[in-house]
């Protein structure tokens, strides 16, 4: 061989080194990738039960009944100050007073004393400290961002009503008190604009 074939053969042989290396590195990073991953989705699964570990009947009715009332009643509710509420969520309110709520024959409401406003307003304010707690791990990616959103946007249907506590969460300071949920709810209106556009585009 003369000195050209082995200047040749050494370009060969330092090519074949560099896609070793470079090989080894996508491997590492890729491993990286699908422990990270992993690391994600056992991370959404701890969130997860500990969000339905924590997930109480007065909690869920208290939330159910705030849903209902307009924004000056969530601002009174918030002021733990006493509210009217309509009759007709007589038996939402039931479920969580009991006998204790106030009520007169012929009335069209139940007046919720300022004990029982204060009782609605921790239960709401206990649930949505819950969620933000849930969704800045969602906001930070420190959990599978898909799970999240798939097992928590039934929260945020406003068609069905459902727009976790929205009056009550203005009244409480909105995005300064809860950020994490008012980035939530705005990334899954935006999903939901989207594809409501992509469906119009359609030909």
Known sequence: MNLQDWANLATIAGSIAIFGIALQVYIAHRQLK???ERSR???SVEILMEWSRNLKKEGSVARKIIECLNEEQCR???????VKISRKHENLLAQL???KIQTKEGNDHILLTEAQSTELRWHAVSYLNSLEFTLVAWQYSVVDKEIIETQFSYL???ADGHEVLKYFRKAAGGENSFPAIEIFTAHLSKKRRDQLISKANVA
């Open 34 to 36: 699908a422990d990270h």
């Open 41 to 43: 989705r056992e991370k």
């Open 76 to 82: 009174d509710i918030f002021a733990q100050q006493e």
């Open 97 to 99: 007073f009991g006998d």
């Open 156 to 158: 945020f249907r406003p």
